[in-house]
Nanobody
Framework: QVHLQESGPGLVKSSQTLSLTCTVSGASITTNDYYWSWVRRPPGEGLEWIGAVSFRGSTNYSPSLKSRTSISRDTNKNQFTLQLTSVTPADTAVYYC????????????WGQGTQVTVSS
């Protein structure tokens, strides 16, 4: 069974950088045909896809967040990370990491999510 676990600070100050790590077990993040995503849910709103890194290391980002987002990976640790710069209280959300399959239509494995609050 694939397991994903988010970790990182739950409170970040405005203008600083939000940094989260997703630790994956039960599957390799380099396995062909999978990608590894970050998704968030602001309070009272729906899910918003942030970006992803593929099994070969290529990245894609939501156009609305691309200028502030960086996703990277550490294949030796089987982890991938999210960095979101210049945060404001509007970035307050529950942040999830999740796995998807290339050419698929859904994310099939999710972490439990972690609350990140941006203080003013």
């Amino acid at each position: 069974q694939v397991h994903l676990q988010e970790s990182g600070p739950g409170l970040v100050k405005s203008s600083q950088t939000l940094s989260l790590t997703c630790t994956v077990s039960g599957a390799s993040i380099t396995t062909n045909d999978y990608y590894w995503s970050w998704v968030r849910r602001p309070p009272g709103e729906g899910l918003e896809w942030i970006g992803a890194v593929s099994f070969r290391g290529s990245t894609n980002y939501s156009p609305s967040l691309k200028s502030r987002t960086s996703i990277s990976r550490d294949t030796n640790k089987n982890q991938f990370t999210l960095q979101l710069t210049s945060v404001t209280p509007a970035d307050t959300a529950v942040y999830y990491c999740a796995r998807g399959i290339v050419s698929g239509t859904h994310l099939d494995s999710w972490g439990q999510g972690t609350q990140v609050t941006v203080s003013s």
